[in-house]
Nanobody
């Protein structure tokens, strides 16, 4: 079994910063692309940023220059530093990872439980 456990959400004023972390635990042979999605009330879940195993990062236009995604393959963890936060960044943030559980298994998508980020104006 694989679990993704997120931490680091909270309430912050506009212009402030937060760092999200997501660690994978359980039977993990290898992780591939890891990323963060978010879902605001009444809106669809959207990709915020993702990062390949080799470190190539991809960002939504709305967060470029403000958010930085990184990962530690040895610790099976992905991070996202968020700065210059805006009220429109308010959402539940979900960690996502493509994980191969054994050497012979295929890669499956896993999701974290979500962490709330609220940015007050």
């Amino acid at each position: 079994q694989v679990q993704l456990v997120e931490s680091g959400g909270g309430l912050v004023q506009a212009g402030g910063s937060l760092t999200l972390s997501c660690a994978a635990s359980g039977s993990v042979f290898r992780t591939y692309t890891m990323g963060w999605y978010r879902q605001a009330p009444g809106k669809q879940r959207e990709l915020v940023a993702d990062i390949s195993r080799g470190g190539n990062a991809n960002y939504a236009e709305s967060v470029k220059g403000r958010f930085t995604i990184s990962r530690d393959n040895a610790k099976v963890t992905v991070f996202m530093q968020m700065s210059s936060l805006k009220p429109e960044d308010t959402a539940v943030y979900y960690c996502n990872a493509a994980i191969k559980r054994t050497i012979s298994s295929g890669s499956l998508d896993y999701w974290g439980q979500g962490t709330q980020v609220t940015v007050s104006s």
